[in-house]
C-alpha cells in the first residue's frame, strides 16, 4: 500500500533505503478503523431502552433527542473516518512520533459516545443543564477538529506525503476556510444552545453532511 | 485486492491511470467490517443478567424471548454481512460519495442491538407494547433493506462494478424479486405482531436464513 | 493469501480459473477476528465494579469468582481464536455457504460473555443456582466444539483445503479424541458443579490451556 | 508482510521452505489491534453519566477523576499498541506458542478499563479505599509490563526475529533500564497514593507519555 505505485519488487528495494523509522501506515489504518467502528457502534448503547411497564411507544417518541444525537454522532464519526480514510490515501507511511499524534486524535474521537449521552439524557432540563451539556459536545467536537489540523501540519511538515500530494484533492480541500474554522464553529454552534438546543445540533449535523458531501471545487479537477 | 485479476505490475500501472477520487476499498471494507463484528457482538449485553437471589433456571426459562431475539438479529446481522462481502467482491474501488452511502447503511446496522433490545424487554406485555416495539424492529430492518439497495444502485450508476459483474451470482441475487420486496416484508412481518409476535419473529428468520442459504438459481450457473 | 504459494502472477491466473464462488477468505478472517476481538474484550464488562461507599479490599477479594471466570473464558475465546487462525492457514478461500457455516460458529462465541457473567453473579448462591449457570455456561463451550467439527467437515468435503493440509499439524490435532469428545466433555464438566463450582472452572482451563499448549504428537513431525 | 524484503516470487519459496508451525502474523496483528481498539474505547464506558435532575456543570466538574483516569488509560493503552506495533516490525512471523503468549499479554490489556473505573469511582472516598484500587491499576500495568517483556524474550529466543532487529530502534528501545525496571516502577506509582490519589496518575501518566516519546538515543543513529 504504501508503494502501491510500483510493482511489488521496485517497492521491496525502496523499503531497505527508507530509513528505519518510517513504516507502513498499514496497522495505525487498522487500529484507527477499530476505533472508529467501535466508538460509532457504542452510540447505541447511550439509548435508554425503556423499562417494563412503560409505555412503549410513548417511551419511543419522547426519546427523540437520543435518535437526533444518535444520527448527529453517527454522522460526525462517520465523516471524521471519512477525511482521515481520504488523508491516508496520501500519507507513504507513519513513524513513531506521528502513531503519537493519531492516538492523541482518537481519545477525543472515542470519548465522544460519553458528551451524547450527555445532552441527550439532559434534553428537556432547561438552559441550566442543556448548555453545559452541549459545549461538552461542541468542545469535544472543536477538540477533535484541532486535532486533526495537528496531525495534517504533522505530516507535511516531517515529509510523510507522497510527491502529488500537495494536488490531491484530499489535501485541497483540508486547506478550504470551513476547515480552519471548524473548531470555531463547533464551539459557536455549542453556544447556540443559549437559544435552543436543537439550533446546536442543526450546526453539528450539517457541519457533518457538508464534510461528508464531495468537494464542489474538486469536482473539475480529476486529473487529465 | 481491487486488480486482483493482472499481475502485480499491470495492477499497478492502471491504478495510476484512475481517476483521483477512485481509491482501493479496502479500508471501507475493514470498517465495515469493524462495525458489523461490533454491531453483532453488542446485541449479549442487552440480554438481562438474572439478578442475585433471582431462581437462575426460571430467569433463564423466561428470558427465551431475548434469547431468540438474540438469534434472530445475529443472524440478520450476519446476513447483511455476507451480502456486504458478496457484492464487494464485484466492486472495484470506492469514491467519496459511495463512503457516503456505506456509512449511511451502516447506521441503521448499528442501531440493531436497540429494537432488539426493546422488542425482548416488553414480549410479555400485551399488544399495546409489542407492536411497536416490533415495528421499530421492522422499519429498522427496512431502512437496512433501503439503504443495501441504494448502495448497489449508486455503485452500479457511478461505474464502480467490475466488467464482469453483470454476470455473476452476487448480481443476479440482488436482482430478485424478494430482494426487491424486502423492505415492505419486514413492515408486514412487523405488522404480524398484532397477532402474535412469535409470527414476526418467524418472518424475520426466515428472511435471515433465505438470504443466508446458497441461491439455487444460480446452482446451474457456475462459469463455464 | 489464498494462493501465497506460486507468484502473483501465476496467482491471478488461477483465481481467474477457480468457479465464481470460491473467494478470498480475507474478509472472514477479518470478520472473525473482529467478533473474537470483540467478545474477549467485553467480558471486562461484566465484572461488578465496587459500590461507592463499599470497602474496595473486600470487595475485590469476595469478587474472586468473576476475576476467575474472566481469565477462563479469555483463555477460552483465546484458544479459539487460534484454533480459528490455524485451521485457515490450510484454507483455500471460502464459500457463501461456509461464511454461513462461520456465522453460526460465531454466535456461541460472541454469546460466552452472556454465561460467564451468569456464573459469576451466582457463584455463591448454592447448588440450586450454580448448577444451571454452570450448565449453560457448559453449554455454550459444547455448542462452540460442536460447530468448530462442522466447520471442518464442511470445508473437507467442499474441497476448501489446500492440498498438504492433510499432512498438516492444524488437520493432525483436529483430529485427536480429545477434540472428537470435547462437547461431551464440557457437558460433564459443568455437571460436575454438583460437587463444586470450582470442579467445573477447572476442567474449563485446564481445557482452554490443553488446546493452547503445542501438540506433542506434532512435535517430531515438523515438515524435512 | 513477512517477507517484505523479497520480491514476492521468492517470498513464495521462501515460505515453502520454512517449517510449519511460523505462520504470518498478519491474524495475529489483526486480533491484537481489535484488542487494542476495543479495550481504549470502551473506557468511555465507565465515565458515569450524570443523572437526570442532578447538576449538569457541577457534575461534570466533580468527575474530573473519571476523565484524569479516562486521559491517563487512554494514553497508557496507546502507548502500549504502539509499543507492540513497533516490535511486530522486526518479528518475521508467529507460532503456535507465540500466539500464546500474546494472549497472556492481551489479557491483563483488555481488563484495563475494570480498575480504571474502581479508581475513578472511589477517588474521593479516602485512603482506605483509594490505595487498594490503585494498587489494583498498578498491578495490572505491572502485569502488561511483565507479559511486554516475557513476549520479547519468547520472540528472541525461538528465533522469530528478522535478521537485521538487534540493530534496531525497537529493541534498543525495549534494553533501556527504565524498560527493565516498568513493573517495579507501576507497583512503586501505585503505593504513592498512600500520599496522594494524584501522585500515582502523574507516575502514570509520566510513563506513558515516556514511551510514547522517541527515543533521544535513538535519534542519531537511523540506518546510514
Known amino acids: 500500500m504504501p508503494c ?16 528505519e523509522d518510517v513504516v507502513s501506515s498499514a496497522r495505525l ?21 425503556p423499562d417494563p411497564g412503560e409505555n412503549v411507544s410513548r417511551a419511543l417518541v419522547d426519546l427523540w433527542p437520543s435518535f437526533l444525537a444518535y444520527v448527529t454522532s453517527f454522522l460526525t464519526i462517520g465523516t471524521i473516518w471519512t477525511d482521515h480514510h481520504r488523508l491516508f ?5 507513519t513513524t513513531h512520533g506521528f502513531l503519537f499524534v493519531n492516538i ?6 472515542a470519548f465522544l459516545p460519553y458528551p451524547t449521552a450527555v ?13 453545559p451539556a452541549m459545549l461538552l459536545y461542541g468542545g469535544t467536537m472543536a477538540l477533535v477538529a484541532i486535532m ?34 471548524a473548531p470555531l464553529i463547533y464551539v459557536l454552534g ?5 437559544i435552543d438546543p436543537i439550533l446546536s445540533l ?4 450539517g457541519l457533518a453532511v457538508y464534510w461528508l458531501s464531495p468537494s464542489r471545487r474538486g469536482a473539475n479537477s480529476s486529473r487529465p
Chains 1, 2, 3, 4 share one sequence.
Open 202 to 205: 442543526i450546526v453539528f449535523l
Open 89 to 93: 490515501t496520501v500519507i507513504r507511511g
Open 29 to 49: 489504518e487498522t487500529f484507527a478503523d477499530g476505533v472508529f467502528a467501535i466508538a460509532i457502534t457504542l452510540l447505541v448503547l447511550e439509548i435508554r431502552i
Open 104 to 109: 492523541l486524535l482518537l481519545m477525543p474521537i
Open 119 to 131: 445532552v441527550a439524557r439532559h434534553w428537556f432540563e432547561g438552559k441550566d443543564q442543556v448548555v
Open 4 to 19: 502501491h505505485l510500483s510493482p511489488p519488487y521496485r517497492c521491496a528495494m525502496e523499503s531497505r533505503e527508507q530509513p
Open 190 to 194: 455549542a453556544a447556540a444552545s443559549v
Open 148 to 181: 486533526f489540523r495537528v496531525m495534517w501540519l504533522y505530516a507535511s511538515s516531517r515529509g510523510l506525503l507522497v510527491a502529488e500530494a500537495a494536488s490531491s484533492r484530499a489535501v485541497r480541500r483540508r486547506g478550504e476556510l470551513i476547515y480552519r474554522l
